[in-house]
């Protein structure tokens, strides 16, 4: 759809990721008048844009994939175990071409206006291209992680070589061929890449804040007896996977690792790393995320093969994080650690020596400047509620959503923000997130918002709202069950803490899955509880 866009939706779905995609199909299959705006120029939200080389999903194919059409899951055959960017953009744009959904999608529209019109009870929104329309309801499936952060390094528009975020990393692909490279950020994006960029490289820097724990994701092929016992049984799988905490499955959990023998948890440990998946170590433990001591025996366990992989002593304990594993986000890796061991590529502690500047010629630490023809930055984005706070969103009482989240990312239930009607968050503050398998929390999320909308359909209700008074008991819920692990205890994107300014404040539900959807039902079944409705 190219021509502008104008009118009035009962709908209308901001992105077209997998949880945006959904939403449009469910709507339309159900007769909705609704169109859908996405900022890029294709389908697949995150995986539309992150090309950048390495780039690779970290949950198994067979469950990372949509369960809402049992045609789709037995036609689709993923090519590997954990499969890489490319492979994914093309499942999302067969999903778009099989259901149709192309034709109420307008690309290269990126919102930059949202206002709620408290007289008629509707959003007026504005595209970058022009677009102009009403709604009644408004989904936001922005995505988590969409708003491309880009430190303000001084002279970064200076440098004379190219530089690229790997968010926004152009279709045409990019050459290191005999070239020296600087890649600032380790964390899951810069994880991938760096394997991937250190094979043609001449030389590449890598500029390290925190090293990041990483998982071997052990990848292969993927196994055609393993698809089909996948295939024969995904109602089952797929039943299961919905009353799991994070909405996956993975083998069943040993018990405490603090009450094992340390020659039987050695064992277990070993085994785990080297299976289809290292997430599986990640989660055998019942005391890990709870417990510092126990937390440790994982993370030392994890620190042993850094150092048994980087030759060089003092980079290996550069590499080794120091903060409780798991509460940062964990990578799973492709031979990342083994780069180190190559004689063109060189770690540079900025914890140590910090960036002082970019320069025209590459990148100014405290120890000096390092030349380079080409800087990649891997520093991730202004996560969780980032991507919907850049949509310039004006709700009740002309109230700005960026003074309104000031001190954070207040909400309700990770779907409802008091003050802005109508409008639901999918994936947002609040809410599991990036903590689940985000295809199937898409898929919880959109059915409950469209059951809502079809309950206030039945009761004549023109218009939902909370209150500040449930947002605030909401997020006591959330950092209630924060505080019960060790999330808390560590600065990461979780909190905001990567974004300079950014209120700290712990943004996801890690209650799990099967008590947060508990937990949206309840207080609709309860009369709405904590919402306003109005006639």
Known sequence: MNELVTGHYKVVVIGAGFGGMYALHRLRSEG??????????GVGGTWYWNRYPGARVDIESMQYSYSFDEELQQEWSWPENFSAQPDIERYANHVADRFGLREDIVFDARVNSMRFDEGANIWHLTTERGDEVTAHYVISATGSLDATNVPGFPGLDSFEGDWHHTSQWPKEGVSFDGLRVGVIGTGSSGVQAIPEIAKTASHLHVFQRTPAFTMPNNNQPLDPDYEREWKDTYAERREAMRTDQGLSMFPPKYGAILDMEPAVREAIMEDLYASRSGFNLLVAFNDTMVNAEANELLAEFMRNKIRSIVTDPVVAEKLCPRYAIGTKRVCLDSGYHATYNRENVTLVDVRESPIEEITPR???????????????????????????????????????????????????????????????????????GVLAQMIAGAEWQVQYVLDVIHDLDTRRVQRIDTTAEWENKWDAEVQTAASYTLFGGTDSWYKGANIEGKPKSFMVYVGGYDNYSRRCREQVEADYEGFVLSP
């Open 362 to 432: 590459g990148v100014r630490t405290a120890d000096g400047e390092y030349e380079l023809d080409i800087l990649v930055l891997a520093t991730g984005f202004d996560a969780v509620s980032g991507s919907l706070t850049r949509l310039n969103v004006t709700g009740v009482d002309g109230l700005d959503l960026r003074d309104k989240w000031k001190d954070g990312a207040t909400n309700y239930l990770g779907m409802f923000v008091a003050g802005f009607p109508n409008l639901f968050m999918i994936h947002g503050p609040g809410s599991p």
């Open 32 to 41: 909705t008048e609704t169109i859908c705006f996405e900022a890029g120029g």
